[in-house]
C-alpha cells in the first residue's frame, strides 16, 4: 500500500486497483507491527473490516459514494466515539463508554471513513511531549529514544509511520502542531468555532480545538471541509462554510514575521538559521515578506497557562467519582471526591488543576486571571492590525527538534516555555499549520508554522501549498 493522497487512493478503489477491506487489512498489520511505538491504545479490527467489507459491496454496486470513502482515520483518545471507550489517557475514565457521537466523528461516518481506532495522548490534553499518558509514553518512529511530542503525540506518530491515512488530535495549545513538527507531517488548528467542540473532552473550552493530521495540504483541507461546520450543540460554532478550493485562493502572498521569534535565545541555532535563511528566499518566489515588532512575546505562555488552567480546574471538576469517573470508595461525599481525585488523576493534572484553583481564587483572580485577559485583549487587537498589512504571519513551530525522553520531564517551567510558539494562536482563535519542510543535523525533522487571521484557512493550506513547492524545488 503506497499511500499518497485521499484523492489518488479513491481512484484506485474507482479502478478496481484495490479494495477497502485490502487497505484496513495492510493498516492493522502496520498498526501491530508497530504496537511498540504504542500510538494506539486500542484497534477495532473486526468493525473496521466490517465496515470495509460494506463499503466495497456498496462502491461495486454503482452507488455514490462518500466523501471520505474509505479514508482510513484514527482519533486520539479525547474525542467521543458513540458505545467505544473515550479514556483521555486517564485513569479516571479508564472505562468510559462514549453514549454519543462527536459532531466531527459524525462527519466522518456520514462521509464513510473507516476510523481504526483510538489513540494515546497525555492525559487530559495536558503535555508536550505524550509522557504524562496514564498508559505509557509514545515512542517518535524515526528516533525512538525521542518523544513524539503532545498532547496528540499518538495521532502524529500514527500518520508519521503510516498506520492511518488521517487522524484527529485536539489543539488547546500546539497539541497538533507541534507532535506534527516532532514527526515531520502536517498539522492543521483550525479557526476556534471552526470544528464543533460537541464531544470533544474539555480542556480549555475557551482554546480547545480539534485539528488534523495528514500527510498533505489537500487531504487536510478536505477533512476540514468535511469535519467543519456550524453546530446547534456547540454555540461557540461559526456560521462561515469552508470549501477547501486551495486552486482557486487570490490572496497577495503577503506575510510578515516577527524578528524577535527567530532572534530568541531559546530558539535552537540551527532551526532559527535554516528557518530565516528559507523566508529570505521568499521574495524571488514572489512572496513579500515584511517585518513586525512585537513587544508581547514573554507574556503569552504565562497567560495562556493562567486562562487554561483556570478553565481545566473547572472543566475537570466533574471528574468526581460521582458525576464522572471511578467511585465507590467512601459512604462519605468529601471522603469520595479526595479518593477519586487523588488516585485516578496524575501528577501533571493535579499540578494543573491546582493552579487553576489558585489563580482563581479570591484575592488572586485579579493579580492572575483579570491580568491575563487583558494580555489576551491586547493580542487580539494587534493581530487586527497585523492582518491588515499581511496575509499570514510565519514563525517557528517549537524551539527545537524532538527531544529525547525524560530530558524535560522533571521541569514543568521548562516544558511550558517550550509553548512559546504555538499558544498564540490559540489565545487568539486564529487558525495555524505546522508544515515539515526540513531536517536537522541530528536527524529529525522541523519546519515552520503560518498563522492566518480568523476562518482564514484557504490562506493557510494554499500558502502552504507554496512554501512546500518552493522548499522541494
Ligand atoms: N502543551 C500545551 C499544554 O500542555 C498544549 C496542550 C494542548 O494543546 N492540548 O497545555
Keep these: 500500500m503506497n499511500y499518497t493522497s485521499i484523492k489518488d487512493y479513491q481512484s484506485l478503489l474507482a479502478q478496481g486497483e484495490i479494495s477497502c477491506v485490502d487497505v484496513v487489512s495492510h493498516y492493522i498489520r502496520e498498526i501491530k507491527k508497530y504496537w511498540h511505538l504504542n500510538a494506539f491504545l486500542e484497534v477495532y479490527e473486526k468493525e473496521a473490516l466490517d465496515r470495509a467489507n460494506e463499503l466495497d459491496t456498496l462502491r461495486k454496486s454503482g452507488r455514490k459514494t462518500g466523501r471520505l470513502h474509505g479514508v482510513i482515520v484514527g482519533i486520539k483518545d479525547v474525542i467521543c466515539y458513540k458505545n467505544h471507550i473515550t479514556s483521555a489517557a ?58 513524539p511530542g503532545g498532547s496528540s503525540g499518538g495521532s502524529a506518530v500514527a500518520v508519521q509511520a503510516g498506520l492511518c491515512m488521517i487522524s484527529l488530535g485536539s489543539d488547546t495549545g500546539g497539541s497538533v502542531r507541534q507532535p506534527a513538527d516532532f514527526c515531520g507531517v502536517v498539522g492543521l488548528k483550525p479557526s476556534y468555532g471552526r470544528i464543533s467542540r460537541y464531544g470533544l473532552i474539555a480542556y480549555g473550552s475557551s482554546f480547545d480545538q480539534i485539528g488534523i493530521f ?166 487580539l487587537d494587534k493581530i487586527k492590525d497585523i492582518f491588515q498589512q499581511v496575509d499570514a504571519i510565519i514563525l517557528p513551530v517549537s524551539p527545537t527538534t524532538a527531544f529525547k525522553i525524560g530530558e524535560k520531564n522533571n521541569d514543568p517551567i521548562e516544558m511550558f516555555l517550550a509553548d512559546i510558539y504555538t499558544v498564540f494562536a490559540n489565545l487568539t482563535g486564529i487558525p495555524a499549520i505546522s508544515i515539515p519542510l526540513f531536517q536537522h543535523t541530528n536527524g529529525m525533522p522541523f519546519g515552520i508554522q503560518l498563522m492566518a487571521s480568523h476562518a482564514n484557512e484557504l490562506t493557510l493550506l494554499s500558502l502552504s501549498k507554496k512554501l512546500i513547492f518552493i522548499q522541494n524545488r
Excluded at 109 to 135: H, K, T, V, W
Excluded at 331 to 349: A, D, M, N, Y
Design 90 to 147: 486517564s485513569r479516571m475514565l479508564e472505562n468510559f463508554n462514549s453514549v454519543y457521537n462527536a459532531t466531527a466523528i459524525e462527519k466522518l461516518l456520514q462521509e464513510e471513513a473507516i476510523i481504526i481506532g483510538r489513540q494515546n495522548c497525555d492525559e487530559f490534553a495536558m503535555g508536550s511531549s505524550n509522557e504524562n499518558s496514564a498508559f505509557g509514553n509514545v515512542l517518535n518512529a524515526i528516533d525512538n529514544s525521542r518523544v
Design 214 to 379: 495528514a500527510n498533505n495540504i489537500d487531504d487536510a483541507g478536505l477533512v476540514l471541509e468535511i469535519i467543519s461546520g456550524k453546530d446547534v450543540y456547540d454555540s461557540t460554532t461559526i456560521d462561515d462554510v469552508f470549501f477547501s478550493d486551495i486552486e482557486a485562493y487570490t490572496g497577495t502572498n503577503k506575510i510578515g514575521y516577527f524578528p524577535v521569534m527567530f532572534d530568541h535565545p531559546g530558539l535552537d541555532k540551527e532551526i532559527a538559521s535554516k528557518q530565516k535563511e528559507f523566508i529570505n528566499s521568499l521574495t524571488k518566489h514572489g512572496i513579500e515578506t515584511l517585518p513586525i515588532e512585537f513587544d508581547l512575546l514573554d507574556y503569552i505562555v504565562p497567560a495562556y497557562y493562567i486562562l487554561t488552567t483556570a478553565e481545566a480546574s473547572s472543566n475537570l471538576s466533574r471528574y468526581d467519582g460521582l458525576k464522572y469517573g471511578v467511585s465507590g470508595f467512601s459512604p462519605e461525599l468529601e471522603e469520595q471526591v479526595k479518593i477519586t481525585r487523588s488516585k485516578f488523576f496524575g501528577k501533571e493534572v493535579q499540578r494543573r488543576i491546582m493552579l487553576g484553583t489558585f489563580v482563581l481564587s479570591e484575592g488572586y483572580y485579579d493579580a492572575y486571571v483579570t491580568h491575563a485577559q487583558k494580555v489576551r485583549q491586547i493580542l
